[in-house]
């Protein structure tokens, strides 16, 4: 399937391998491969920024939503739990930055996707046959990861205020453009 991909396709999912382990993700979910076609040039990313998706704020977003985000001193404090005094108990016991490292051993070779992601790929290909499209290009990736309304990508896009049915018929013109 992946001959098929443009280059810039191409060069999306290997972006979303980067997301993951920026985040210190143990796989690359759909959320990642959004943020890889946020990465690029093409037309996908331009209607993504059109939408208001900008890379800060969704990477932020997703890793608020998988846990890996900033730790809100706030609300811990708000549950008597003082951050502060946390992060300087772990770093005297485990060394300094004990916090900001993820548990476990991370990969380093290839990170596995996930099957949500591998299924909004595949879903990338049926809508470039639908559109009757040769080639899946970055927008075609777009409309697999938001195919369904309740994808972790289709969620989060919604979180930060995104219409993300207008989006869908948004990359579909383009689309239809490109093509003609």
Known sequence: MFERFTKEARN????????ARALAHRNIGPEHVLLGL????????HVLRD??????????AVAR????GPLDAEALRTLG?????VREAA?????????DAPAGRFRKGHIPFTKEAKKALEL??????RLKHTRIA???????????????????LTDMGVNVDGLRGDITRVLDADAA
């Open 12 to 19: 999306s999912v290997v972006q979303a391998q980067a997301e």
């Open 38 to 45: 946020l990465d690029g040039d093409g037309p996908a990313a």
């Open 51 to 60: 939408h208001g998706v900008w890379p800060v704020a969704l990477r932020t």
């Open 65 to 68: 939503r998988s846990g890996t």
């Open 81 to 85: 739990i003082d951050l502060d005094a």
């Open 91 to 99: 770093e005297e016991t485990f060394g300094e930055g004990a916090l």
């Open 124 to 129: 990338s290909l049926r809508h470039a046959v």
């Open 138 to 156: 970055c927008g075609h990736i777009l409309l697999g990861l938001l195919h369904d309304g309740e994808s972790a990508p289709a969620q989060i």
